[in-house]
T-cell receptor, first 115, second 113 residues
Framework: AQSVTQLGSHVSVSEGALVLLRCNYSSSVPPYLFWYVQYPNQGLQLLLKYTTGATLVKGINGFEAEFKKSETSFHLTKPSAHMSDAAEYFCAVSGPSNTGNQFYFGTGTSLTVIP | DTAVSQTPKYLVTQMGNDKSIKCEQN?????MYWYKQDSKKFLKIMFS???????INETVPNRFSPKSPDKAHLNLHINSLELGDSAVYFCASSRAGPSYGYTFGSGTRLTVV
């Protein structure tokens, strides 16, 4: 079975500071990992994903994430926060289930950027 | 150009009414989903259809009934609406296989009064 834990339901950073959003996963098979962003009153948009290959994955808007198998983590980072990064961020793991492939979302982390 | 489109975007209705939400995708994906997002932003899968066949049917009241007339459409009908049904409902689609992400619609905010 697969599951995702996002540590910290709310994260605040100053504009220009490092953004670090934490995600740990549990998976009985090699995981496929995703980060989604949800801006206010919008749907979820794919930021980046890890499937196979290079463990450091670059996404849109300057975000990146590193798959660390030994730590079962897939933390999302951005070197310098921008006001427009304020949003809800969801980590997800995808894998097989008895009903076919299924996504398992974390509970989300709300990012606030302080000017 | 919209990949996954949902209508309506907002829906305000009284308790006891029946309402439908429509979803269409033009991506050629085989699988479509309905998710419910509550006030705490938690996403819960409700249904999944693959090529018009119901794949996932989580613990959802049977007042909720999905219908997929073809693989590009997945509609959600809700009978006898209750206050607790108030939420944002998202439609999504994906290609077959776990490495493909989901493409989400912009959501339907349902408010039951």
């Amino acid at each position: 079975a697969q599951s995702v834990t996002q540590l910290g339901s709310h994260v605040s950073v100053s504009e220009g500071a490092l953004v670090l959003l934490r995600c740990n996963y549990s998976s009985s098979v090699p995981p496929y990992l995703f980060w989604y962003v949800q801006y206010p009153n919008q749907g979820l948009q794919l930021l980046l994903k890890y499937t196979t290959g290079a463990t450091l994955v670059k996404g849109i808007n300057g975000f990146e994430a590193e798959f660390k198998k030994s730590e079962t983590s897939f933390h999302l980072t951005k070197p310098s926060a921008h006001m427009s990064d304020a949003a809800e961020y969801f980590c997800a793991v995808s894998g097989p289930s008895n009903t076919g492939n299924q996504f398992y979302f974390g509970t989300g982390t709300s990012l606030t950027v302080i000017p | 150009d919209t990949a996954v489109s949902q209508t309506p975007k907002y829906l305000v209705t009284q308790m006891g009414n029946d309402k439908s939400i429509k979803c269409e995708q033009n991506l050629g994906h085989d699988t479509m989903y309905w998710y419910k997002q509550d006030s705490k932003k938690f996403l819960k899968i409700m249904f999944s259809y693959n090529n018009k066949e119901l794949i996932i049917n989580e613990t959802v009241p049977n007042r909720f009934s999905p219908k997929s007339p073809d693989k590009a459409h997945l509609n959600l009908h809700i009978n006898s609406l209750e206050l607790g049904d108030s939420a944002v409902y998202f439609c999504a689609s994906s290609r077959a296989g776990p490495s493909y992400g989901y493409t989400f619609g912009s959501g339907t905010r349902l408010t039951v009064v």
